[in-house]
């Protein structure tokens, strides 16, 4: 079997294909929105989430054609959240994947439609869903929604931007981080555990403690590549952070003390793999890459 190194090409590129299917066509109406959800979610970035959300699978022995749906769901409502996350009302970011922002393209007011209407076809993606059980979607919109809203991904944002302009005790940024950042990518993981009903409590438990510690280590590394990362190469403004005056990982321990936590949360996450054996390799192989990305 080829190293994962090599499958997540072919996992990267299925995501696109997949995304590209379940998005509406760029001449359907009303078409300058249908061309800004396009824009915000095809043609570049990681796929950090339908990556785990593959990687998961490969560790509880799923088919990735199980799993498509997840995925794309799971990166639409990432693409929702990064749409609105540059709006001027929020972080006011000029610069996404090495290209204008949404709102930059396509104006503010699109810009907006455009994040609604990815968040909502993101659960209309698992509820048209055909492949698996009935029940596992089911599962899976109720991680996804959990995940995205006020207790989620969602409070973390307003947490974040309660946050600006003053300086928070670290508990505090590690709870704004844990649901801003943290519960997507927690959900990326457990939704594959939903669609696979047979899935028991106790691997569950161990792929989201898995994923908890991976989601806190890649907002560290978000925080390093903010002070150390290059705006070409990071695709977004560097230093963005520092310039909105947010309260950061290496602003409140040091960017050694930083860096040494996201190495001791890889590690703490690694533990958790280990009643899986070689099946988790593609979840080790993404937490490395979380923990020692460059951009």
């Known amino acids: 079997m080829k190293s994962f190194n090599k499958r997540s090409v072919d996992y990267v590129r299925r995501i696109e294909a997949a995304l590209d299917a379940r998005l509406p066509a760029a001449e359907t109406e009303p078409a300058l929105l249908h061309q800004a959800m396009r824009y915000a979610a095809l043609g570049s970035g990681k796929r950090i989430r339908p990556l785990l959300c593959y990687a998961a699978g490969e560790a509880l022995g799923m088919d990735p054609d199980e799993l498509d749906d997840a995925a794309c769901a799971v990166e639409l409502i990432h693409a929702f959240s990064l749409v609105h996350d540059d709006l001027p009302a929020m972080d006011d970011d000029a610069l996404r994947r090495g290209r204008p922002t949404t709102h930059k393209a396509f104006g503010v007011a699109t810009a907006i439609l455009a994040g609604d209407a990815l968040q909502t076809l993101a659960f209309t993606v698992l509820a048209r869903g055909t492949i698996g059980s009935a029940a596992g979607r089911l599962r899976a919109l109720r991680t996804l929604a959990e995940a995205t809203g006020s207790e989620g991904m969602t ?47 106790a691997r569950r438990s161990r792929l989201d403690r898995f994923a908890g510690n991976v989601g806190l280590a890649f907002q560290i590394r978000d925080d390093v ?16 952070d520092i310039a909105h005056d947010k309260s950061t990982y290496p602003a409140l321990m040091g960017l050694d ?36 990305r460059d951009k």
Do not use: N
């Open 155 to 201: 409070g973390g944002q307003a947490m974040d931007l309660a946050a600006e302009g003053r300086t928070i005790p670290l508990t505090e940024l590690e709870s704004l981080h844990r649901h801003k950042t943290g519960c997507l990518i927690r959900a990326a993981v457990v939704m594959a555990c939903d669609v696979a009903l047979e899935a028991d409590d």
């Open 225 to 240: 590549l903010d002070v150390e990362g290059d705006t070409v190469v990071l695709g977004k403004t560097q230093g963005a």
């Open 257 to 292: 003390a930083a860096k040494k936590h996201a190495d001791e949360l890889y590690s703490a996450a690694l533990a958790e793999l280990e009643p899986f054996g070689e099946a988790a390799d593609a979840l080790r192989w993404m937490a490395a890459y979380i923990v020692q």
